[in-house]
């Protein structure tokens, strides 16, 4: 991976109306608009429909943690304007494998959202079926229990996916500080969603989360 990782905003608000307020203020600094899963649920479709209307030019994940029906859910997502979808890392292989084929066919992409038991071999195997992105998170079970930090095997698994060849992906509470913590290591994109969405100014806590990326992945 070269270059800075990309800034990506998560949507999870219980209506779109809400969901899209801060986007025109912050569209300038995101690479990636992720419909979350709450907002999916709430809304279906019909949010990555809006959001791919409205924000032609970005990328949107549409976050519905596929866990079975793959071939469904990702054409439903994929036909409503969606570049990815996210499958859970309990899913079996079978359902990774519909959702790879259904990407293909829309020249979409597909996260696995790595559990806390996940395995290298696992992952690996998730890769040759075509799975590219990897997503490693902290919960805000653990936020609540104020155990939320990047510990060092947090850091080490993001270069064994890495080398594995997948774009990983961090996200759970992300801030300047963290980003600070993860600078110079091979992440390929930040999702950033309250500390954007709920910040008094999302407009500058976009920009400012964009001026630590850049300082911690200079050019």
């Keep these: 991976m070269s270059g800075r990782p990309r800034l990506q905003v998560a949507l999870d608000s219980l209506d779109l109306p809400a969901a899209l307020r801060p986007l025109p203020e912050v569209a300038d600094y995101v690479d990636v608009i992720e419909v979350g899963t709450v907002l999916c649920l709430s809304e279906g479709m019909h949010a990555v429909r809006a959001v791919r209307a409205l924000f032609p030019g970005k990328d949107v994940l549409a976050d519905v943690r596929i866990a079975e029906a793959g071939s469904v859910i990702a054409k439903l997502a994929f036909d409503a304007g969606a570049n990815l979808v996210s499958v859970i890392g309990c899913a079996a292989m079978a359902t990774f494998e519909a959702v790879v084929a259904e990407a293909r066919r829309a020249g979409g992409e597909v996260q ?108």
């Design 112 to 219: 696995v959202e790595l559990g806390a038991d996940w395995s290298l071999d696992r992952a690996a195997q998730l890769w040759e079926a075509g799975v590219t992105h990897a997503i490693l998170h902290r919960s805000r079970d653990a936020e609540a229990l104020g155990t939320l930090e990047w510990a060092p095997g947090d850091l080490e698994s993001i270069k064994l996916l890495a080398d594995i060849g997948f774009q990983v992906t961090v996200t759970g509470g992300i801030s300047v500080a963290d980003i600070d913590i993860l600078a110079g290591y091979p992440v390929a994109i930040v999702i950033a969603g309250r500390s954007i969405v709920a910040a008094a100014d999302p407009r500058r806590a976009a920009a400012d989360l964009v001026a630590a990326l850049d300082r911690g992945w200079p050019v």
